[in-house]
């Protein structure tokens, strides 16, 4: 009898728990890096870093991905809470008992960083002769030719990814795997 009464008050404990409302995981993207022009075309004014998660609640309520806050290690590139954008493929914000998608990018300022101007200059002269204000990177291209870089300014940034329930918050902490490679 003893045992039926734990077993039961543990149940409920489960069933009540906000430890592991959500569940979160950081996926490889599929997407491009972003490097945007100056003005003149001079240098490179932004990087835009995707980044990808899957989501999945493990409760029955109704729950939805409402917003992220991102900090970055540096300052100087991503000051504040950073600009980061992360929408769920299917545009519905709701999560399932499966992992859903989600997509996004973080947009570093990178137009005062030297190191990163004279790292990245091929794609400045590039976007200069095709007199483009944009150019388009497939992401492991990058990686594999960039990924000191990557290292050094951008390894270290984090992210805090809000959930709720039409109720209350809920928040998971995430160190952001910018290396990150596909299972």
């Known amino acids: 009898m003893g045992y039926a009464i734990a077993a039961a008050v543990l149940l409920l404990y489960g069933c009540v728990s906000e430890r592991d409302t959500v569940s979160v995981r950081q996926v ?33 309520r109704k729950i939805y991905y409402f917003d992220s806050s991102y900090f970055a290690k540096n300052d100087e590139l991503c000051p504040g809470t950073g600009e980061c954008r992360i929408e769920a493929n299917d545009n519905d914000e709701y999560l399932t008992d499966k992992y859903k ?65 039409h109720k209350r918050f809920y928040d998971v902490l995430l160190k952001v795997d910018f290396l990150i490679k596909e299972k």
């Open 28 to 60: 490889e993207s599929k997407a491009f890096i972003v490097l945007r022009a100056g003005e003149g075309r001079k240098n490179i004014f932004s990087l835009k870093y995707p980044l990808a998660f899957e989501f999945r609640k493990n409760v029955r």
């Open 101 to 165: 998608k989600f997509e996004g990018n973080v947009l570093y300022t990178i137009e005062g960083n030297d190191t990163m101007q004279r790292t990245l200059s091929e794609y400045c002269r590039a976007m200069l002769e095709e007199k483009k204000d944009t150019i388009h990177i497939p992401l492991e291209i990058f990686k594999e030719k960039h990924g000191e870089l990557i290292r050094e300014y951008l390894d270290g940034d984090s992210i805090y990814l809000h959930f709720h329930d």
